[in-house]
């Protein structure tokens, strides 16, 4: 028996091990073709990938998150390690609460601020390069932005999932337990 739950154990940490090389490798993937085509983008300063639909072009960003908030780079860094802080802390803790999905959703969120905190220190700016021109009328934004928002849209439609299905089955039970009761009486 007691065989049997060391190598449950052991199995278990070769599972977490796995996972957590997983979030890694897409952490560091993503900050390296984030930061990659940053630095590609500062050299060559203007790019038509698809003419008047889509280019690459330097805006510097000083703000806080889409343009919001003060020109503070202190403020910015220190505000954003805290927060990828409680990111951090939360995927490598909960691991009874947070499955594997969520894990790589968070993994977006904190690849994209981490990107984005190290031109923030570097720069000084927030290096936003992809501008899909007046047609979309998008922000420009960066690789980063876009991880980060995948990953909270993803968060919150898996929130908003989990949400409804314990609300059908709260009212589920509530149906069976009324039905209980009318068979009693």
Known sequence: MEKQSKKALIKKKRKINKENILLISIVITIILIDQGLKIWVQKTQETNII??????????????????????????????????????KFITTQNQFVNRKLKIFLSF????????????????????????????????????????????IAIVAIFTSFTVKEWRNKKEKKVLKDEDKKGLE
């Not at 919001?68 to 780079?73: H, L, N, P, R, T």
């Not at 994209?112 to 420009?140: C, H, M, Q, W």
């Open 51 to 88: 003419p008047n639909i889509l280019n690459f072009k330097i805006s510097p960003n000083t703000n806080a998150a889409y343009g919001i908030g003060s020109d503070s780079k202190i403020m910015y860094v220190a505000t954003n390690i805290v927060i990828l802080g409680v990111i951090f």
């Open 109 to 152: 969120i904190l690849a994209g601020g981490i990107s984005n905190v190290i031109d923030k220190i570097i720069r000084g700016y927030v290096t936003e390069f992809i501008d899909f021109g007046p047609i979309a009328n998008l922000p420009i934004f960066n690789i980063a932005d876009f991880f980060v928002l995948i990953g909270w």
